[in-house]
């Protein structure tokens, strides 16, 4: 999982504040997932984007989340006005296009509100 | 509703002896299930990996056995080493869902030396 690179890895931020968490994918893979683990929980998914398109975002909050997935460049998971509830560590996992291809994940940013 | 459940938190094994970690599922659309290895401050690490039309999947160490009647998988490492201590995660998809996986909470194994 070396190869998806996430940062930052540490962000703190104060309500009200934004915060912007980036994923690079591992060379050759179009598909990125985002993952947030709350403490004490298991990972649970928020979205599914590929190149310029988001597939699936049945886990994202209706408010103040949105993600992206550009042309060029990093995926972004983009948090507006963060609450304490929204400290966690969110993990970016990736994949090949084929069927078959594993979930590779990065090495998660965790976000701290105060 | 948990979907994926872990119902031990922990388990603590001897170096050497075997290590069993427990994972039931509720959602009978579930037709893949993954194990994933986590240290603390990195990312899961997948492991193994098991589809519903198997009952059993072996990887070295590790082997995974699906019971789709009981909804009841189950990781097996033989012999536990120190270097296997992590936190331990049941994964399960649907065919159609994107490969959207769904978590199970963990069980922190321990290997004693």
């Known amino acids: 999982n070396a190869g998806v690179m996430q940062n930052p890895r540490h962000l703190v931020r104060r309500r009200g504040q934004e915060a912007r968490l980036r994923c690079s994918p591992m060379?050759?893979?179009?598909?990125v997932y985002w993952y947030r683990q709350l403490p004490e929980e298991g990972l649970k998914f928020m979205v599914y984007?590929?190149?310029?398109?988001?597939?699936?975002e049945s886990g994202m909050p209706k408010e103040r989340f949105s993600a992206e997935f550009p042309k060029e460049g990093p995926s972004i998971l983009r948090i507006q006005q963060v609450v304490r509830g929204d400290s966690a560590a969110y993990f970016c996992?990736?994949?090949?296009?084929?069927?078959?291809?594993?979930?590779?994940f990065g090495e998660g940013s965790r976000l701290t509100v105060l | 509703d948990q979907q994926v459940k872990q119902n031990s938190p922990s388990l603590s094994v001897q170096e050497g002896r075997i290590s069993i970690l427990n994972c039931d599922y509720t959602?009978?659309?579930?037709?893949?299930f993954l194990w994933y290895k986590k240290y603390p401050a990195e990312g899961p690490t997948f492991l193994i990996s098991?589809?519903?039309?198997?009952d059993k999947n072996e990887d070295g160490r590790f082997t995974v056995f699906l019971n789709k009647s009981a909804k009841h998988l189950s990781l097996h490492i033989v012999p536990s080493q120190p270097g296997d201590s992590a936190v331990y995660f049941c994964?399960?998809?649907?065919?159609?869902?994107?490969?959207?996986?769904?978590f199970g909470k963990g069980t922190l194994l321990t290997v004693n030396p």
């Open positions: 996992a990736t994949k090949t296009g084929s069927e078959s291809g594993e979930l590779f």
């Open positions: 060379k050759g893979h179009s598909h």
């Open positions: 984007l590929q190149k310029e398109n988001i597939i699936d």
């Open positions: 959602n009978s659309m579930f037709d893949y």
């Open positions: 098991i589809s519903s039309i198997k």
């Open positions: 994964a399960a998809s649907a065919e159609g869902s994107n490969y959207k996986l769904t």
